[in-house]
């Protein structure tokens, strides 16, 4: 792994619904080398332990790497009120990001709502290759449709109560598409009974399929036992770390049955 930690310029901030926020940061060092998939460790004044937050887009030319997060306890209502100017304590980029195959490959990218950010970085590798599916519990909660049609003309969205796009869940379009055709791939980020669904899904239809996993995190960097997930081996069941071995596993790897 290789991660560097420092105190970043903040040169961009947006509102983009009632409680998610975007913050567009300057690092080259966490730019230059980081994939999709991976997350930043944010330290804020007064917090003990990092927040962790995925990578949502990455600009190489410009030095910069993008954020979107929502405010769900202290330490994101604190990173919210960081402002452009603002530094930012960071160590990143951390984890394994996604496996990245050839451009050409079809791929589907799901992302159920704040699990949504990761896949904009994955979307603008493969373009038009690529078939998006964001699933929201209603339409206030929808966010990055507009970086997603930028990349592919093949976007979805979900709602739970059918406020915008289709009524229902990511799985609906999911199964849809691989009855169709064939995909090389399907990635997925968001909640963790969303993904069970998905990898049950892609399991059916003898897809790879991989999912970040969320836990609570400590160190980030693979020395404490917080983040631990269950991971099936050859001699049984293993546990592994979400921040160093994951956030990315392949999903019949996961023991979805606690
Ligand atoms: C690999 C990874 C990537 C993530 N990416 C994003 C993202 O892109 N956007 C986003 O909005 N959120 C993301 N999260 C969740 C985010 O880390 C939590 O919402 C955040 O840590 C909550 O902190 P808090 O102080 O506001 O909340 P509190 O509930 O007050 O936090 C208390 C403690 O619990 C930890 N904690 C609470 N919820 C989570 C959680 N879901 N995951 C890990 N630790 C948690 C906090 O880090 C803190 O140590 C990600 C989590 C992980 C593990
Ligand atoms: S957070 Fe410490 S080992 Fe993963």
């Not at 998610?20 to 980081?34: K, M, N, W, Y």
């Amino acid at each position: 792994m290789r991660y560097t930690q420092g105190f970043y310029p903040i040169i961009g901030k947006e509102n983009l619904s009632r409680d998610i926020f975007s913050l567009t940061i300057c690092s080259h060092e966490i730019a230059s080398v980081a994939v999709p998939g991976q997350f930043v460790h944010i330290a804020l004044p007064g917090h003990s332990l990092r927040r962790p937050i995925s990578i949502c887009d990455i600009d190489k030319n410009a030095h910069t790497i993008r954020i979107v997060f929502a405010v769900k306890g202290s330490g994101t209502r604190d990173l919210s009120c960081l402002n452009t100017g603002n530094t930012i304590d960071m160590i990143g980029p951390l984890g394994n990001g996604f496996t990245l195959l050839d451009r050409s490959s079809k791929v589907i990218l799901i992302g159920g709502g704040i699990g949504t950010p990761p896949m904009v970085a994955m979307a603008s590798y493969y373009g038009g290759n690529a078939h998006v599916i964001s699933g929201f519990r209603d339409k206030t909660m929808v966010i990055l449709q507009d970086e997603f049609k930028r990349n592919t003309p093949n976007t979805y969205v979900c709602t739970e109560d059918g406020s915008e796009g289709i009524k229902g869940f990511v799985t609906m379009p999911l199964e849809e598409l691989l009855q169709k055709e064939h995909f090389d791939m399907v990635y997925a980020c968001g909640p963790i009974p969303m993904l069970r669904a998905v990898a049950q899904v892609t399991e059916r239809y003898d897809t790879p399929c991989e999912v970040s996993m969320e836990q609570h995190m400590g160190c980030g960097i693979g020395a404490c036992l917080v983040c631990t997930c269950k991971i099936k081996t050859e001699e049984g069941i293993d546990f592994k770390h979400v921040c160093k071995n994951g956030p990315v596993f392949d999903a019949r790897e996961v023991e979805w049955n606690g």
